[in-house]
């Protein structure tokens, strides 16, 4: 891969990386865990056990695709920086 596409691909994945961080803290309320801004959706008294379980499931899961795509972005953008890319 030639030097102008790397660049590219470098502007692209901190273009991403900024979109996702962003995207995190609107759905968040903040800089603050997926988990602590989900705890005020949990333990109304209206709710059933079975929906706070299927609601904190899909917290959890959401939130560990929001890492899991966060750590890609940030190893590609290591690997374009130790010239491996």
Known sequence: MDK????????QLVSMRAALLA???EQRGGQVG?????SEHFGHPEDSPAQLAT???IEFAIGEHELVELG???AALARIEAGTY
């Open 4 to 11: 102008h596409h790397i660049a590219a691909s470098q502007k």
């Open 23 to 25: 995207q995190m803290a």
């Open 34 to 38: 997926r988990a602590e801004a989900a």
């Open 55 to 57: 609601e904190k499931e």
């Open 72 to 74: 890609a972005i940030e």
